[in-house]
């Protein structure tokens, strides 16, 4: 059988005469694979089942060796570039220039003028093989590269998971507690602090992963700019507060409407933030401010923290990059931070960049964005809208995990729910048809059957009269649309605080 990635024939179409004939046989007679074609189609079937050189004579080139072969090599894989002698008569140097540049869909072209010489033929065809065959050892590189990122995402979105259902324990349990009053409030800080950053760098190392295999994607919105700002550095406040640094936001009036995914933005925003409390000192500052200058909005966020060398302005947004690289890691991070922010940025049609005057000096990132078209701009908000119904409801929680269902049941016991509790996807399903709840919180890694066939099979027996919630360490975009494709109502990647928590289940109201 042919090995198409390795393939060594040397094709050989010639039309007229015997010419194709001699030339395959003075190949053959220097130990080369060598086939000759009846025509186009036959020369295009055979470049499919893998071919290192292609021996043709110009005669046979008309237009319907364009569309053919050419079609062919337009498509090409980006390792190949296969070697192409066109077999010409006894052009002047005139016609060799106008012939180059008529048949220039051929690619990498060679001219071989008749009579042909022997000697020349099987030299040059050996030479355009052992160039195919570097080729494919490119091809088996990028192979290689390609099967790495591939075990290498699977990686990260395993070990997304497992540190998610612990940390989903942590955070669940910390709000108990915190609403409970039953600990001192200086160690729930800590460690509600340090589980935060914990699921920060979790969320960063998967986003940038995402990032480099392109699965990012942008779910766009209407957004106010101005409100996006005020909640990201109001979320940014505990943080900066605990590190002894003043932040503050300094909005222009008006509103500033952009086109673009409020999630993605927030985080831009919280990213910069972050950084510039990070690299500050007790009793700095950080200054968010907002506006618009022609067509765009121009975010900036200024610190006077440690600022930046001229050789790091450009270099801080490349992956893994951090000017703080001391053994002692005291700022701690993984240099993914300024990578996402630039490629959201950049994928929303925007630019950043960073400014300083130099080490101790501080720093400013501007970002600025295209302001929407007016039809793209979002409507006011309803101000004669009823508060939604908060009410009691039945809830069974699915997950594996004892921590995860004893925290989840506090939680939700304390927000005023009836909670039942299954301990893999089997009995699951049989608690549902006892219990009869009206919101089922379903993990999807279970033991015995997923939480995708859980769910399919809910759906199957009870139609849309429960809510699905997955409540799940799987966070990758093909995961959320796995869950809405298996009839869940909402995708909730742990860990998730009681506040989110409590908005998903009076999100729905099951029976309307």
């Known amino acids: 059988m042919i090995r198409p990635h390795r393939s060594e024939r040397v094709l050989v179409l010639a039309p007229i005469g015997r010419d194709a004939e001699v030339a395959s046989a003075v190949l053959r007679g220097a130990g080369l694979s060598a086939l000759v074609c009846r025509d186009i189609g036959d ?13 043709i004579a110009q005669e046979a080139l008309a237009d319907a060796a364009r569309d053919g072969i050419g079609e062919w090599i337009a498509h090409q894989p980006p390792w190949s570039d296969l070697p192409v002698f066109v077999v010409t008569g006894n052009p002047s140097r005139l016609d060799h220039a106008r012939t180059l540049r008529q048949l220039s869909w051929l690619g990498n072209l060679l001219l071989l003028d008749r009579p042909l010489r022997r000697a020349t033929l099987v030299s040059v065809v050996r030479s355009a093989i052992r160039a195919r065959q570097r080729q494919y050892a490119a091809r088996e590189v990028l192979a290689a590269r390609e099967r790495e990122v591939e075990a290498r995402d699977q990686f990260l979105a395993m070990l997304g998971h497992e540190l998610r259902n612990p940390l989903g324990a942590i955070v669940l349990a910390l709000d108990v507690i915190d609403r409970r009053g039953t600990a001192e409030p200086r160690q729930l800080d800590v460690v509600r602090r340090q589980s935060r950053q914990l699921s920060r760098l979790v969320d960063d190392l998967l986003d940038v992963s ?8 942008l779910h766009r919105h209407p957004v ?7 909640r990201a550095v109001e979320a940014m406040q505990p943080p900066a507060a605990a590190a002894g640094v003043s932040l503050r936001a300094e909005i222009a009036p008006g509103e500033v409407p952009v086109l673009g995914d409020p999630v993605r933005l927030e985080q831009v925003i919280a990213n910069l933030v972050g950084n510039a409390v990070k690299y500050n000192r007790p009793g700095g500052h950080v200054v968010v401010s907002l506006e618009t200058s022609g067509g765009d909005a121009v975010l900036r966020v200024r610190d006077d923290g440690i600022g930046l060398a001229e050789a790091d302005l450009e270099r801080v947004f490349d992956t893994f990059v951090q000017v703080d690289s001391g053994l002692d890691r005291a700022r701690g991070g993984l240099g993914l931070g300024l990578t996402l922010v630039k490629t959201l940025v950049t994928m929303h049609g925007g630019q950043v960049r960073a400014d300083s005057a130099g080490a101790g000096k501080g720093s400013t990132f501007t970002v600025r964005l295209p302001l929407a078209a007016p039809a793209d701009r979002p409507a006011g ?23 995860n269902r004893e925290v989840a049941q506090s939680a939700l016991e304390m927000l005023g729910h009836k909670v039942s509790l299954a301990g893999d996807g089997p009995s699951g399903i049989e608690e549902a048809f006892r219990y009869d709840p009206e919101v089922v919180v379903i993990d999807i890694g279970l033991p015995g059957l997923d939480g995708y066939e859980v769910a399919r099979r809910l759906r199957a027996a009870r139609g849309r009269g429960m809510v699905l919630i997955a409540l799940t360490g799987y966070g990758q975009p093909d995961d959320r649309q796995r ?13 998730v605080e009681i506040e989110a928590l409590r908005r998903a289940i009076e999100r729905f109201d099951p029976g309307v």
């Open 43 to 55: 020369v295009v079937q055979e470049l499919r089942a893998g071919a290192a050189v292609l021996v």
């Open 483 to 495: 869950a809405l494709a298996a009839g869940f109502d909402l995708h909730l990647t742990k860990p």
């Open 224 to 230: 106010e700019l101005a409100v996006l700002t005020g």
């Open 381 to 403: 908000p309803r101000r004669d809208a009823a508060a939604p119904e908060v009410r009691p409801r039945r809830v069974l929680v699915i997950d594996d995990s004892p921590d």
């Open 210 to 217: 995402r990032v480099t295999s392109g699965k990012i994607a």
